[in-house]
């Protein structure tokens, strides 16, 4: 249903993601990459917590908003870029666990814009609970990150 | 206009803000906490960008979404604790600069839910461009996180 | 999966409904009603249209917010009223159709906040065609809307 | 500050919003039109009601969504038309009063996309009172909206 523009859309991705030094510091990982989806992972370190010992919010955002821009990316052609136009998260539940997910899918790709549905649980022992939903706008530009400017 | 409900309340919102591991990781620093008021300063790492070497989408949103929930914290009697509901943040300008801001601004407080204003900025030669707006709604709850849930 | 606190949530549902005004002026009428899941449908009017002939962004927010409203509705107990804290909606198509449809659907509820997730789309000819996504934060309060404040 | 195209703005606004017939249904005026500033009002009538005999959350979307377009809007040269991308509303207190007031301003113009914020506040004995903050992403397109798609 979702037309891909590049075929080689999932390793161009992988390498932009590596590109994203924030990543490597918070130590997130993008696990899986179809045409519209991406999930990142994020395993637990102390070093990610807030003030009771979860995952931050901050987390949560920054790998739903990667996983989201990403999801968006793999739909665009080389010489494309994504940026984020808006997103909204709500934090359901406290995000507790040994990993944290966020996935991002497309919901509706679009010349200009594009909107994706953002999702992010927590895994323990296996178990899966949803810590976020939320939606999100993104922005095709042509890759000339210097003039690059969200509207 | 705003009421306080603990004269102390500058001195615990800092020693939460201490107790956000991750702020540490991202080198974030709590710059001015007023009632119903919290700045956030962010200086520029090569670790926090993302791939064109601005500041990352996250780091915007975890320090703008710190900044709200704190300024909400300010007016929350000891012993109550604060839960973000959700946010949202447009994106409106590239998060380019020597260091990024966030200000989160009561808007609405409340016995249950507050709301805040948030804005995000990058300085770079004492120069100040807004990257982001956003909106937030944050719940107060009994301090104890243990049993803490959004809901 | 969803915990239904009054069996007879379906008639009080539509009861409610049935006062709100608005929804008579517009001509919007309550189509199905589940525990958690809300549809409500808006027959075309050319009263109803934007400056394009198409249906309002206003239109379609109001069907959307009364069907998460009533969707988180239907899991509360006599006595209790809901109150919309907010909602996020991305118009992703033009309302252009015979017929619009909302539909709210609880994604996570809780004994204070429920969250919901929206979807409003058109119809011509038996096509549909997705015209907006949204996500809403709602509040559970004693139904005493005299004294009712969201917060 | 902003920029304007078209010296006639203000006319073409309050031409265009004659247009959206839904503002007659409901009984909405233009009140003030400045270059990134609108301001809608809503006089009071009963069917204009949620079931607690305030204003319905759906007609202060309404307006608010509205005031945002149209401040957008003024900027805009002939022959570009407006889109409502996305909007966000907290609503922050019942919708209670004579009259309810949307004003729309543009926070950040833009090629593309423009960013407004929302206000809405309900007057009673001349007495101001805050109901809704938000925030709303605006595309801009020629003004064929036949083909008009959001992205």
């Known amino acids: 249903m979702l037309k891909v523009a590049d075929p080689d859309f999932a390793e161009r991705t992988?390498?932009?993601f590596a590109r994203q030094a924030i990543m490597q510091l918070l130590g997130a990982e993008m696990r899986e990459v179809?045409?519209?989806?991406?999930l990142i992972a994020l395993p637990f370190k102390p070093e990610l917590t807030q003030q009771h010992g979860f995952f931050h919010g901050g987390a949560t955002a920054t790998i739903a908003d990667s996983a989201g821009g990403y999801a968006g990316f793999t739909l665009f052609g080389p010489g494309e870029s994504v940026l984020t136009v808006e997103f909204k998260l709500?934090?359901?539940?406290?995000?507790?666990?040994?990993c944290l997910y966020a996935e991002g899918r497309v919901k509706k790709p679009g010349r200009t814009l594009t909107v994706c549905e953002l999702e992010v649980w927590a895994e323990r022992n296996g178990q899966r609970k949803s810590c976020a939903v939320g939606l999100q706008t993104l922005m095709r530009v042509n890759d000339r990150p210097d003039i690059a400017e969200a509207g």
């Open 14 to 16: 992988r390498a932009s």
């Open 34 to 38: 179809e045409a519209g989806r991406v």
């Open 90 to 98: 709500n934090l359901i539940a406290p995000a507790d666990g040994d």
